[in-house]
T-cell receptor, first 110, second 116 residues
Framework: QKEVEQNSGPLSVPEGAIASLNCTYS??????FFWYRQYSGKSPELIMFIYSNGDKEDGRFTAQLNKASQYVSLLIRDSQPSDSATYLCAVRGGTDKLIFGTGTRLQVFP | EAGVVQSPRYKIIEKKQPVAFWCNPI?????LYWYLQNLGQGPELLIR????????DSQLPKDRFSAERLKGVDSTLKIQPAELGDSAVYLC??????????????FGAGTRLSVL
């Protein structure tokens, strides 16, 4: 079992729709969770981070964390073609190391 | 404020040749990371520095990879000799130390290495 798992996609959504990206992790001691966006050929860029159970909203982005289910998600409302990228879930566990998933490729079509 | 700066952006070498990558972290960031990212994969940590000290190098293939961070600022990652399987993107990241769970890593643009 991988430490951080994501569906590789592609996830295709129409412009204006809600994109839902999901991530599960195996280390129950994980304390902090991050979503990075990576455009093709570019470096990862931090979108959101979350530490507590529940929802955290920032503009069109909402991160959701459920530690009991070891599940973290990212919702993108009013998706735009410019949101088309790979979204990397990263988890910091007890070793303080940041573990990345393989990423989910999102495609937003007009 | 300048971000994490890496050079070169691209490097093409023949196998068995040496190669070096350079990273300048965000000013004031005392933690520096080198990651390897293969196509279609997430970044994987190679080494982490706290100031000049390598505090986690467990994933660094020490037979051919080496890194240094003299004076606790810039860092260099070296591969000697390079193998075909080393073709990947090498990312540098930095963060402020001592923030615990709020430690956020910022990435440079990366160096794309092609070994022929």
């Amino acid at each position: 079992q991988k430490e951080v798992e994501q569906n590789s996609g592609p996830l295709s959504v129409p412009e204006g729709a809600i994109a839902s990206l999901n991530c599960t992790y195996s280390d129950r001691g994980s304390q902090s969770f991050f979503w990075y966006r990576q455009y093709s050929g570019k470096s990862p860029e931090l979108i959101m981070f979350i530490y507590s159970n529940g929802d955290k909203e920032d503009g069109r982005f909402t991160a959701q964390l459920n530690k009991a289910s070891q599940y973290v998600s990212l919702l993108i409302r009013d998706s735009q073609p410019s949101d088309s990228a790979t979204y990397l879930c990263a988890v910091r566990g007890g070793t303080d190391k940041l573990i990345f998933g393989t990423g989910t490729r999102l495609q937003v079509f007009p | 404020e300048a971000g994490v700066v890496q050079s070169p952006r691209y490097k093409i070498i023949e196998k068995k040749q040496p190669v070096a990558f350079w990273c300048n972290p965000i000013s004031g960031h005392n933690t520096l990371y080198w990651y390897l990212q293969n196509l279609g994969q997430g970044p994987e940590l190679l080494i982490r520095y706290e100031n000049e000290e390598a505090v986690d190098d467990s994933q660094l293939p020490k037979d051919r990879f080496s890194a240094e961070r003299l004076k606790g600022v810039d860092s260099t990652l070296k591969i000697q000799p390079a193998e075909l399987g080393d073709s990947a993107v090498y990312l540098c990241a930095s963060s402020l130390a001592g923030q615990g769970a709020q430690n956020i890593q910022y990435f440079g643009a990366g160096t794309r290495l092609s070994v022929l």
